[in-house]
C-alpha cells in the first residue's frame, strides 16, 4: 500500500482533531473523578455495628463500612452440598459441528487456495437453573439480597450426565461468607441498592481503589487505539479526491 504526501498531510490532521477531541473529553472525565474523589474522602468510616445501625437511622450519607458479608439463608444443589450465597448449575452438551476452512497446497510449484469442510466437537449451553440467598447480613445487620455487589462467581464441579456421556452439568458459586468494605449511602434506614463491595479489602485500600484515577488512563489507551484505527481505515480507502 503506498501512502502519498497528501494523505500523510490529511493523516497528520486527523491525529491532531482526535488529540484536541481526547483532551476535551479526559478534561471532562478527571472532572468527574475529582468529584467522586471528594466524595469519596467525606465519606464516614465505620467498623463497628452500632455505629453502623446509627448512621443508617440518622442518615449519615456516604460511608466505608468494613464487615463479614454472609448468607442468611445459604443455598445449593443437592448433588454439590455445602452452601453458597449464589449459585449457578449449567447443562452443557457435547455436540459435533461442521464449519468451512481456508486451507492451501501446493501443485505443480504454485499455492492454490482452497475450501475445506472441517468437523469439531465442543460443550455447548443448553439450560442453566440459579439460586441465591434472600437474605444477606453484613456487619452483623440482615439486607435483602441485592442490596449489595456479591463477588464474582467461581466455578464449583463439573459432573457427568450419569449414563448421557454427551451430557454434562457445570456449577458455579459464590461463597457464602466474605470479609471486606462496603462503598455506600446510609440513610432512611437501609443501604443504597447494589452497594459496591470490595473483597478482602480494609477501608484504606478500597478507598484507594475507588479514588485510583485509572479512568483516564483507560480512555487514553483506548482513544489512541481508535485514532490509529482511523488513521489505518483512511490510508487503506482509495482516496484519489485528493489527487484532484
Not at 491525529?15 to 468527574?32: A, N
Not at 452440598?81 to 501446493?106: A, D, Q
Request: glycine residues 8%.
Amino acid at each position: 500500500m503506498e501512502i502519498s504526501k497528501r494523505e500523510i498531510i490529511v493523516s497528520i490532521a486527523i491525529i491532531m482533531v482526535m488529540i484536541i477531541i481526547g483532551f476535551f473529553i479526559s478534561d471532562k472525565i478527571t472532572d468527574y473523578q475529582n468529584d467522586k474523589n471528594a466524595e469519596y474522602q467525606k465519606a464516614v468510616h465505620i467498623e463497628d455495628k452500632e455505629i453502623f445501625q446509627y448512621g443508617m437511622d440518622t442518615n449519615i450519607g456516604n460511608a466505608f463500612v468494613y464487615g463479614e458479608l454472609e448468607a442468611v439463608d445459604a443455598v445449593t444443589f443437592d448433588e454439590i452440598g455445602s452452601g453458597y450465597l449464589f449459585i449457578e448449575k449449567v447443562e452443557e452438551h457435547y455436540n459435533r459441528h461442521t464449519r468451512t476452512v481456508t486451507k492451501t497446497k501446493t501443485v505443480n510449484g504454485k499455492t492454490q487456495t482452497y475450501t475445506d469442510t472441517e468437523v469439531y466437537y465442543s460443550w455447548d449451553y443448553f439450560d442453566s437453573w440459579e439460586k441465591h440467598s434472600d437474605k444477606i447480613k453484613f456487619c452483623g445487620i440482615e439486607f435483602e439480597f441485592g442490596k449489595i455487589k456479591i463477588p464474582s462467581k467461581e466455578h464449583i464441579d463439573t459432573l457427568s450426565g450419569g449414563i448421557f456421556s454427551n451430557v454434562r452439568f457445570v456449577y458455579y458459586g459464590v461463597s457464602s461468607k466474605y470479609e471486606g468494605t462496603v462503598y455506600t449511602n446510609l440513610s432512611n434506614g437501609t443501604i443504597s441498592e447494589n452497594s459496591e463491595f470490595f473483597e478482602n479489602c480494609t477501608i484504606e485500600e478500597a478507598a484507594d481503589r475507588c479514588t485510583s484515577g485509572i479512568g483516564n488512563i483507560i480512555f487514553w489507551i483506548f482513544w489512541i487505539i481508535i485514532t490509529g484505527g482511523c488513521v489505518a481505515g483512511f490510508c487503506y480507502w482509495d482516496n484519489q479526491w485528493l489527487e484532484g
